[in-house]
C-alpha cells in the first residue's frame, strides 16, 4: 500500500463522515441509556443505600431538591453511560 497524499479537503470529508457516524452511535447508545436510566440509577445509589443499610439507618433514602433535578440527573447519567459504552 502506498503513501499517497490526500488534498486536505478529502481528509477533512472523511473527518467529518466519522463525526457523524460517531454522534449517530452516540444518539442511539444514549436513548438506550436513558431507556434503563431507573436501573441504572439504582445501580449507581445501591453501594449507599447498603451502607445504608447496614448502619441501621432503614428509613433513609435519596430525594431531589429541585423540580427538574431528576431529569436532569438522568440525563447526565444516560450521557455518561452513553459516553463510556
Known amino acids: 500500500m502506498e503513501d499517497i497524499p490526500k488534498p486536505l479537503l478529502e481528509h477533512l470529508t472523511e473527518a467529518r463522515t466519522r463525526l457523524i457516524w460517531c454522534t449517530l452511535f452516540f444518539l442511539i447508545v444514549f436513548m438506550g441509556c436513558y431507556a434503563l436510566s431507573d436501573y441504572l440509577f439504582l445501580w449507581i ?11 441501621g439507618l432503614t428509613d433513609r433514602r435519596l430525594i431531589f431538591t ?20
Do not use: M, R, V
Request: hydrophobic share 45%; net charge negative.
Open 45 to 55: 445509589t445501591s453501594p449507599l443505600s447498603d451502607t445504608f443499610q447496614n448502619l
Open 66 to 85: 429541585g423540580l427538574t433535578e431528576a431529569f436532569t440527573s438522568y440525563l447526565k447519567l444516560s450521557a455518561l453511560g452513553a459516553l463510556f459504552i
